[in-house]
T-cell receptor, first 113, second 118 residues
Framework: DQQVKQNSPSLSVQEGRISILNCDYT??????FLWYKKYPAEGPTFLIS?????DKNEDGRFTVFLNKSAKHLSLHIVPSQPGDSAVYFC????????????FGTGTRLTIIP | DADVTQTPRNRITKTGKRIMLECSQT?????MYWYRQDPGLGLRLIYY???????NKGEISDGYSVSRQAQAKFSLSLESAIPNQTALYFC?????????????????FGPGTRLTVL
């Protein structure tokens, strides 16, 4: 039973445009969400996070939006750059300070120059 | 120097062999995790340890065992490897309360071990 789902396995976006990656979850106990980025031959690295008490968190070109009623979050990257080409994983946890994460299946983002 | 290291980085083995993957960290974190990544399935938790005396099963622990030799070391063993254990394996660490990174609940990952079981 996949509690965190990323329904788009891949996404291609023109350089300079907006990339939108989506994530859905089913467990209503999840209250903290993270996005990780993974390059080939490397481990995932933290990108941005959001607590369930917020509906938006922004960090430079990256913004995460959370819609609790829909159990949906999205990552916006604008403008998209070639270095953003990677696999992006959504992850969720229950409880503040609980680092046990449940990961989504990942979305491979390709930025077209 | 990398904070979380994994050895070996690549391993090819045969069905039925015992194999150990090792993870070391210099971050001083108490909590360590083992994941496997498969295409289309994302990262799935195998085992985790919140301190040296604590071992917990994750989502997919069957066929695996772990040993937490010290705060800095967490090993994953496949007692009798089978082909469907071919995957990319990641070790990760975190700090209780998650206060050591830019986000709470953040985990820090090693570079991964690519394991092939023939």
């Amino acid at each position: 039973d996949q509690q965190v789902k990323q329904n788009s396995p891949s996404l291609s976006v023109q350089e300079g445009r907006i990339s939108i990656l989506n994530c859905d979850y089913t467990n209503s106990m999840f209250d903290y969400f993270l996005w990780y980025k993974k390059y080939p031959a490397e481990g995932p690295t933290f990108l941005i996070s959001i607590s369930s008490i917020k509906d938006k968190n922004e960090d430079g070109r990256f913004t995460v939006f959370l819609n609790k009623s829909a159990k949906h979050l999205s990552l916006h990257i604008v403008p998209s750059q070639p270095g953003d080409s990677a696999v992006y994983f959504c992850a969720a946890s229950e409880g503040f300070g609980n680092e046990k994460l449940t990961f989504g299946t990942g979305t491979r983002l390709t930025i077209i120059p | 120097d990398a904070d979380v290291t994994q050895t070996p980085r690549n391993r090819i083995t045969k069905t039925g062999k015992r194999i150990m993957l090792e993870c070391s960290q210099t971050k001083g974190h108490d909590r360590m995790y083992w994941y496997r990544q498969d295409p289309g399935l994302g990262l799935r938790l195998i085992y985790y340890s919140f301190d040296v005396k604590d071992i917990n099963k994750g989502e997919i622990s069957d066929g695996y065992s772990v040993s937490r030799q010290a705060q800095a070391k967490f090993s994953l063993s496949l007692e009798s490897a089978i082909p469907n254990q071919t995957a990319l394996y990641f070790c990760a660490t975190s700090d209780p309360g998650g206060g050591s990174g830019p986000a709470y609940n953040e985990q820090f990952f090693g570079p991964g071990t690519r394991l092939t079981v023939l």
